[in-house]
């Protein structure tokens, strides 16, 4: 009966000594991964502070950009008169310089220049047509160019008039469109009718 207690005890006894030794090796394990768990959040946290911080640098920059948009527009808007300015300055300088011309020259008389008379009625041909198709057109590239071709020959032949603002601000209001809209359209036709009769 002793030799049984004594292997019972012996039993006993590796049961414990075998149990401490997985106790401890789990306790290590469990103070591994503590470890790896407590440097992995520390490197989140950076990583997010390092976030907090970009996203109040962009915030800042947004709203340094925001504080931009009135000085931007009213770059833009001077630039657009400052184009019409110079649309008037180029039409008087050239009215100016046609219009200074010898006494003598008066009394001669002045023959009739058919070319003028076709470029003027190509011209008006040229806004008729615009006039008449501008429903079927959507691109507002090809008004563009077609108002643009236009405020030249204007310009050549007469060195500068009145209308060429009016045109340039269409060609303007163009461009800030991907397709024409309806009501553009009919400003559009309402002006090359106007533009035909004072032209």
Same mark, same amino acid.
């Given at each position: 009966?002793?030799?049984?207690?004594?292997?019972?005890?012996?039993?006993?006894?590796?049961?414990?000594?075998?149990?401490?030794?997985?106790?401890?090796?789990?306790?290590?394990?469990?103070?591994?991964?503590?470890?790896?768990?407590?440097? +992995?959040?520390?490197?989140? %946290?950076?990583?997010?502070?390092?976030?907090?911080? @970009?996203?109040? &640098?962009?915030? =800042?920059?947004? $709203?340094?950009?925001?504080?931009?948009?009135?000085?931007?527009?009213?770059?833009?808007?001077?630039?657009?008169?400052?184009?019409?300015?110079?649309?008037?300055?180029?039409?008087?300088?050239?009215?100016?310089?046609?219009?200074?011309?010898?006494?003598?020259?008066?009394?001669?008389?002045?023959?009739?220049?058919?070319?003028?008379?076709?470029?003027?009625?190509?011209?008006?041909?040229?806004?008729?047509?615009? +006039?008449?198709?501008?429903? %079927?057109?959507?691109?507002?590239?090809?008004?563009? @160019?077609?108002? &643009?071709?236009? =405020?030249?020959? $204007?310009?050549?032949?007469?060195?500068?008039?009145?209308?060429?603002?009016?045109?340039?601000?269409?060609?303007?209001?163009?461009?800030?469109?991907?397709?024409?809209?309806?009501?553009?359209?009919?400003?559009?036709?309402?002006?090359?009718?106007?533009?035909?009769?004072?032209?």
């Amino acid at each position: 009966m002793s030799d049984t207690d004594d292997s019972n005890k012996e039993e006993l006894k590796k049961f414990i000594e075998e149990t401490n030794k997985k106790l401890l090796s789990f306790s290590s394990i469990l103070e591994k991964f503590g470890l790896d768990l407590i440097t +992995k959040m520390g490197q989140t %946290n950076l990583k997010l502070n390092m976030l907090t911080d @970009k996203i109040d &640098e962009l915030s =800042k920059a947004t $709203i340094d950009v925001k504080a931009l948009i009135p000085q931007l527009n009213n770059v833009i808007e001077n630039q657009k008169i400052l184009e019409a300015e110079l649309d008037l300055i180029r039409s008087l300088i050239q009215k100016s310089s046609i219009s200074v011309q010898p006494k003598e020259m008066k009394n001669e008389v002045v023959e009739r220049d058919i070319a003028a008379t076709n470029k003027k009625e190509l011209i008006i041909n040229q806004l008729i047509s615009l +006039k008449d198709e501008v429903d %079927n057109i959507d691109d507002p590239k090809k008004v563009i @160019k077609t108002l &643009e071709n236009i =405020k030249e020959d $204007i310009f050549v032949f007469t060195g500068g008039h009145r209308i060429l603002y009016d045109i340039s601000q269409i060609v303007n209001n163009l461009n800030e469109n991907e397709t024409i809209p309806e009501d553009l359209k009919e400003i559009i036709k309402e002006k090359t009718v106007f533009w035909k009769n004072k032209f």
